[in-house]
Nanobody
Framework: QVQLVESGGGLVQAGGSLRLSCAASGSIFSINTMGWYRQAPGKQRELVAIIASDGSTGYADSVKGRFTISRDNTKNTVYLQMNSLKPEDTAVYHC??????????????????WGKGTLVTVSS
């Protein structure tokens, strides 16, 4: 079992920044992939960014150049730095974990554990 706890969501004006954190605990494999999905009201869950245990990353086209994913393996924590936020970034952001290595993308079906989510609201 792996537990994921997100923090850092909130309300921000368009053009602003937020930093999300996801702390993982439990039976964490040394080779793994973690990341963030988001789900806006009435929409399907979509991949935002992933980072594997070797540091390789992948991003959705909609956030490239604005969001940066990083991780601290000593703390089993993943971060999502979100800059130049837009109203369309408003969503619940869910941290995710897979006990396998994935390069560049991570399907919903390949996620082993999900966090409960943190709400990000971007006002115009």
């Amino acid at each position: 079992q792996v537990q994921l706890v997100e923090s850092g969501g909130g309300l921000v004006q368009a053009g602003g920044s937020l930093r999300l954190s996801c702390a993982a605990s439990g039976s964490i494999f040394s080779i793994n992939t973690m990341g963030w999905y988001r789900q806006a009201p009435g929409k399907q869950r979509e991949l935002v960014a992933i980072i594997a245990s070797d540091g390789s990353t992948g991003y959705a086209d909609s956030v490239k150049g604005r969001f940066t994913i990083s991780r601290d393996n000593t703390k089993n924590t993943v971060y999502l730095q979100m800059n130049s936020l837009k109203p369309e970034d408003t969503a619940v952001y869910h941290c995710c974990y897979s006990g396998r290595y994935y390069f560049g993308s991570l399907s919903v079906n390949d996620v082993d554990y999900w966090g409960k989510g943190t709400l990000v609201t971007v006002s115009s």
